[in-house]
């Protein structure tokens, strides 16, 4: 459930109309619902209120700073993969022992930062990483705390490109090397390894795959106890399913129900990095129809959006609900489902402006009739929507606008042109041919 709904035939975010916002702001634009991102994760927290447990919002999922900001101020931590992450979470107040770093490729300057900022984790994801980590903490004075990250092998179901959990991937170590970690890292006297981490993927469906590693871990985590090694906390990482169509996964508290129990016989804490099931469909991007092109068996309708605003659909042939944001009362979409059963309807690709023919959102789609000039709402958008968001073919980012009951602010103005070539303003007059400054 998200509070964008259509009243009368026309699509609100929460108590705005829409098109209020592309009238102001203009279009291309991401609509992020407050109430939205506020209800999903208090169900989170509530769902997990009998296990003590961190949550970490993954800020790799939307990272605009007033969006940190309202989750920093409702007690969530943050998973951060980059230093750009790390300065994002503390530009919006976030909470430093509230945060875990994960990532195959950490440099010096950023585990230094991070080690400076006091942060909760490293999620180690390589014994070089681990070693290096050792290295920077004795050379600096430091301690740190490390959750090591192992893979359970799970398969999971999901995009190829996103599957993470299993042997064969650059993240994390398998169960049988992770005991030789141990083995030969455990007691370094700087880096406490006390912590397991695990991360399947994205996009899951059901809570099988976490249940079931959750049943591989914890075989581990008894020997490495055995062993005399404090392990006290499993971090589950993210991939909680989000509703890209209308109620198909399982709620925050369907999850807990499985995951709690195992974890409270085993006494262990809780870390949890949810990032598309608190913010994916906490947002809609906007976008209006330029042109509609009818061919020999196909109609396409060009959007002013493109993959540029928007990679999922070109990246994971990620489907998008999208639908007009104004329609007679019989054509307001019942739920949000691939294949909508109403009469009247036009079947139509639906693309962007780029040049690139994987630049589209959906294809053979069933829309309601559309005209240059109307608004499309693509829907679950607020997830590795603007965070992948690029300048190709020029085009400035768009603008982010945040929703609060009836008002609404701009949290990210739309770059302008002279945004895109501040970076390249450098004074090249001692190259002959080129102007003098
Ligand atoms: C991407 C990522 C997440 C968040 O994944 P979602 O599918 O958005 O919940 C959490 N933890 C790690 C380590 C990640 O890489």
Redesign the pocket.
């Known amino acids: 459930m998200d509070s964008f709904q259509y009243r009368k035939g026309r699509l609100f975010a929460e108590e705005v109309p829409v098109e209020a916002v592309a009238q102001a702001v203009g279009t291309p634009v991401y609509i992020y619902s407050k109430a939205t991102i506020l209800d999903h994760f208090t169900k989170i927290q509530k769902a997990y209120a009998g296990l003590e447990t961190l949550i970490c919002y993954?800020i790799?999922?939307c990272g605009n700073i007033h969006i940190l900001r309202l989750l920093a101020q409702a007690g969530s931590g943050f998973?951060i993969?980059s230093g750009g992450e790390l300065y994002r979470a503390r530009q919006a107040g976030a909470d430093p022992s509230k945060i875990v770093f994960?990532?195959v490729g950490k440099t010096d300057r950023e585990i230094l930062d991070a080690l400076e900022a006091g942060i909760a984790y490293f999620?180690i994801e390589s014994e070089a990483e681990l070693q290096n980590l050792i290295d920077l903490c004795k050379k600096h004075g430091k301690k740190a705390k490390g959750a090591l990250?192992v893979n359970p092998d799970i398969q999971y179901d999901s995009h190829k490109h996103?599957t993470?959990g299993v042997k064969e991937t650059k993240?994390g170590v398998d169960i049988e090397r992770a005991k030789k970690v141990f083995a030969e890292y455990g007691r370094n006297g700087v880096v406490e390894l006390s912590a397991i981490?695990v991360?399947l993927?994205?996009?899951g469906k059901t809570i099988d795959p976490y249940v079931n590693a959750v049943q591989k871990i914890l075989p581990l985590i008894e020997q490495l106890r055995r062993e005399g090694f404090r392990i006290d906390t499993l971090d589950l990482?993210?991939?909680?399913g989000?509703d890209y169509e209308s109620d198909t996964v399982p709620s925050a508290a369907a999850y807990a129900a499985g995951l709690v129990p195992l974890l409270k016989k085993a006494g262990l804490k809780l870390i949890l990095?949810?990032?598309?099931?608190?913010?994916?469909n906490a947002a809609i991007l906007l976008t209006k129809v330029l042109y509609k092109k009818v061919g020999g068996q196909k109609t396409f309708v060009i959007v002013d959006a493109g993959m540029n605003d928007l990679i999922r659909p070109c990246l994971y042939e990620a489907f998008h609900f999208i639908w007009p944001t104004s329609v007679p009362e019989r054509l307001v979409p019942p739920a949000r489902v691939k294949e909508p059963a109403m009469p009247g309807m036009e079947k139509v690709d639906v693309v962007g402006p780029i040049c690139e023919s994987t630049d589209y959102f959906a294809k053979e789609r069933l829309l309601p009739p559309v005209e240059r000039g109307d608004c499309l709402a693509i829907f679950t958008a607020g997830?590795?929507g603007f965070t992948m968001a690029g300048n190709y073919n020029a085009r400035p980012l768009c603008a982010e606008v945040l929703v609060d009951g009836s008002r609404f602010a701009v949290i990210r103005r739309r770059q302008t042109y002279e945004d895109l070539i501040a970076p390249e303003k450098i004074d090249l007059s001692w190259m002959p041919g080129q102007p003098s400054k």
Do not use: L, M
């Open positions: 993954s790799k999922a998973d993969v994960a990532g999620n990250r996103i993470t993240f981490h991360h993927g994205s996009g990482g993210g991939g909680y989000a990095e949810p990032g598309k099931s608190i913010i994916a997830a590795y």
